[in-house]
């Protein structure tokens, strides 16, 4: 009879095992429920390494032993054979086991894994006491089986799995060696770009003997050189990164290879319809192209990595990507395919533009399933726009980009194009339309403005509006005045920009040249009038069901109620816009949308719902890297430290956002000054602006969310002068104004000549930022 002792062979472990422990855990409860367990991953990945670690934890509740059985190296037809010679017997294995408790491991199935299916059904049919667990690239797919996809390590700071590997491997190849401030970052660095891939983290440790943490992630990108120094007692497939690989792609059909390669086009992930799209063609039938992925995907080489837009998205591990990059490059596809690539995205583009075209009925729910998929796939599109640039032929990057502008812009997301555009423009490529062209520049102006970036900003615009006028563009001349009167201010450029969107007959166009006026009306002042215009901003974008810009419209009147201090109409019309965009990523709106409420609980007086909500509006302003957002969200911050009572942190915030925003003080500079100067004084104002004018936008932020200041200057006191500090005359005339003297009355009141009084009221204005006496006058009565 077959004994305990005659049944285990497992291995001692050859050194610590590292990390896993959560896993271990979940694991050995699932073979507690469960006969058949399959321990799934890429290689690398520490299929055997944990399955060794969890057979020895379960090994006792099998009262006739642990087996091990390797299966790396055999052929067809050897499998039985195999698993009745680990059990030290000759014979069936089904008869040899019977009814007894016994646990078989069986190692790396994939050479031969539909022998071993068909033996495991066997063996669960025929043996009541048996348990199976097996390690495998892909499921084994027999009845009652149940499949643990084995994760890379975790990758988060000192703590984690894949660092802690990584300092006890480093430490036994480098005896004294120890992680340092200076070297976490760098381990971090390097476990990352190492998909958190056990073998790979080993392999990379092992050369601290001779090479420094620093070298290691300079040299990453050439991985298969660096990593080639694995124990000579190690498995051959495990010597060597570029072993592990390897062994994984020579078990592959000729079909999944070349599925595999051609995905390597996509720079970080990819859809179904991408892959059919770009990664049909000879050798693979689009048809072909989703049950080769779904072969993929059970090997391990392909990642399921969420969803975008509805749709699964799937992305290679790095290390896999970069070895199947030297496949595609020795195929002679990889031209045809990248052209493939850039050809698939801009007909998506051109999908969007149609969605959005005058002469149809706009559809949100497909409107909201482009802007998630571009915005998932931001990174190819940054792949397409790069390989237009390699080669010289910038149009259909162009065309794509200027189809999605309204995706590049008026969602707000972190603008990665703007210098990809920059360098498709300066490409010398007359066949490119003029008003391709056009419409390309005034795009990166737009770009430019809502970066923050006011004059460069303004050349590009005038330069495409010219270009596109020329060519007898109405709708490029149309967008060109519509963002010309968002960076100019001219009174005078919301109606030509208005006008022009009209004759394009382009609805959203009008709406957002209703936009401009509303805004220049709202920033000089005159509240009907901006009033009337986010309410056509809001009318048309109701008409198209348009949830973007029907959010826009409700900011606007938000603003425009505050403005007048109906501060619960304001409230509400936040609350719609935040409502109409919560799924889809439109980070202006939701910033806005968030500083508004943040704002209005300000007003009120609710100062910690007041910190929320622009905490909220700045982190997200930050992470979108929407420059004029965190100026105008460190402005607000500014006032509700100054509410607080930290008037030291408001003048910091307030100076940093004047210099962020390229402006001159102003009324709202002077709120947060004045009670500073009160009780701090005018010297340490001045040094605290100094400090604060000094500061980078990620310091600013920094300062505000957590109270971390940089280094001050050098100097300790630097005079500044504020040019929103009004003179002891100018506040007597301030005050005459909110009196409602005219400028006669109050050179009568004052005894000096009316044109004096004027210059001071123009003075006033200009300091204040200004553009109406009520708006002065308003401004006293509140800060009395």
């Known amino acids: 009879m077959l004994r305990f002792a005659d049944l285990t062979n497992l ?21 507690r429920v469960s006969r058949a367990v399959t321990l799934c991953g890429a290689g690398g990945i520490g299929k055997t390494r944990l399955a060794l670690r969890l057979a020895a934890r379960v090994a006792p509740v099998h009262a006739c032993g642990v087996r091990l059985v390797e299966l790396a190296d055999l052929g067809e037809g050897e499998v039985r054979a195999q698993v009745a010679a680990s059990l030290g017997l000759a014979g069936d294995p089904g008869t040899l086991i019977g009814g007894r408790r016994v646990l078989l491991l069986l190692d790396n199935c994939e050479p031969v894994i539909g022998e071993c299916a068909e033996l495991c059904r066997d063996l669960l049919g025929s043996c009541p006491g048996l348990t199976i667990l097996a390690t495998s690239r892909e499921p084994l797919r027999v009845p009652g089986e149940t499949v643990w996809r084995v994760p890379p390590l975790s990758i988060d700071g000192e703590g984690s799995e894949a660092v802690r590997l990584f300092a006890a491997r480093a430490a036994a190849a480098r005896p004294g060696f ?15 770009a190492l998909d958190g891939l056990p073998l790979a983290i080993e392999l990379a440790a092992a050369m601290v003997r001779v090479l420094s943490v620093r070298q290691l992630v300079e040299r990453v990108d050439d991985r298969f050189r660096l990593l080639a120094g694995g124990p000579r007692t190690a498995p051959a497939r495990h010597r060597t990164l570029r072993a592990a690989v390897d062994w994984s792609y020579r078990l592959l059909s000729p079909q999944e290879r070349v599925l595999l390669r051609r995905t390597t086009v996509f720079r970080a992930g990819w859809t179904l319809d991408l892959a059919e799209r770009v990664c049909s063609g000879p ?15 059970d090997k391990s080489l392909v990642a399921l990595d969420g969803e975008i837009a509805g749709q699964a998205r799937y992305r290679l591990l790095e290390t896999v990507r970069e070895y199947a990059l030297e496949q595609l490059a020795e195929s002679g596809e990889e031209t045809e395919l990248r052209h493939r690539h850039l050809m698939a995205l801009a007909g998506m583009a051109a999908g969007f533009r149609r969605a959005v075209a005058p002469e149809r009925r706009m559809s949100w729910p497909v409107v909201e399933r482009y802007i998630n998929l571009f915005d998932g796939l931001k990174a190819e599109v940054a792949a397409a726009c790069d390989w237009s640039v390699s080669t010289g032929a910038p149009e259909a990057a162009l065309a794509m980009l200027t189809d999605v502008r309204f995706l590049l812009t008026g969602c707000g997301r972190k603008l990665d194009v703007a210098e990809r555009l920059d360098r498709l423009l300066a490409l010398d490529a007359p066949r490119v339309p003029p008003a391709l062209r056009g419409q390309a520049t005034i795009l990166r102006g ?23 006028a020329t060519a007898h563009d109405t709708y490029g001349v149309a967008a060109g005045l519509i963002v010309l009167a968002w960076l100019t201010g001219d009174q005078d450029m919301p109606a030509r920009a208005l006008d022009a969107a009209r004759q394009s007959g382009d609805r959203v166009l009008e709406s957002l040249a209703h936009s401009a006026r509303a805004a220049s009306a709202l920033r000089q002042g005159r509240l009907r009038e901006a009033r009337r215009a986010y309410g056509e901003v809001l009318a048309i974008n109701e008409e198209l069901d348009n949830h973007v810009g029907r959010s826009s419209g409700h900011i606007g009147l938000g603003q425009v109620a505050r403005e007048t201090g109906d501060l619960a109409v304001a409230k509400l019309h936040y609350e719609s816009a935040l409502s109409l965009i919560g799924h889809i990523d439109a980070r202006q709106q939701k910033v806005s949308g968030m500083a508004g409420l943040g704002g209005v609980a300000l007003d009120q007086g609710d100062l910690t719902t007041a910190r929320t909500m622009l905490t909220e509006a700045l982190v997200l302003s930050r992470d979108a890297g929407l420059c004029c957002g965190i100026a105008r969200r460190l402005e607000a911050w500014a006032s509700l430290v100054t509410a607080e009572g930290d008037h030291r942190l408001g003048v910091l915030l307030i100076a940093a956002s004047v210099a962020l925003r390229g402006r001159q003080p102003d009324a709202r500079t002077e709120n947060v000054l004045r009670p500073a100067r009160e009780l701090l004084g005018d010297e340490t104002v001045a040094v605290l602006w100094a400090e604060g004018a000094k500061m980078t936008a990620d310091q600013a932020v920094s300062c505000a969310l957590d109270g971390t200041r940089p280094d001050p200057p050098a100097a300790m006191f630097v005079p500044v002068v504020q040019e929103s500090r009004l003179t002891a005359r100018e506040r007597e005339i301030a005050e005459l104004v909110a009196r409602g003297l005219s400028n006669r009355a109050i050179a009568d009141e004052l005894v000096i000549s009316p044109a004096t009084a004027a210059r001071h009221v123009a003075n006033i204005l200009s300091k204040l930022g200004f553009s109406t006496r009520t708006q002065i006058a308003a401004w006293m009565i509140g800060s009395r």
């Open 283 to 297: 050798g693979l039938p689009e048809e072909e192209v989703l049950p080769r992925l779904c072969d993929l995907v």
């Open 446 to 468: 737009e770009l430019a403005l809502t970066a923050g970036d006011r004059e460069p900003g303004l050349r590009w615009v005038r330069a495409g509006l010219a270009a596109c």
């Open 178 to 192: 120890e992680l340092t401030a200076d070297t976490l970052p760098q381990v971090v660095t390097l476990c990352r």
């Open 11 to 31: 291995p001692a472990e050859s050194n610590t095992f590292v990390g896993r422990e959560s896993d271990v855990d979940e694991l050995v409860q699932l073979m």
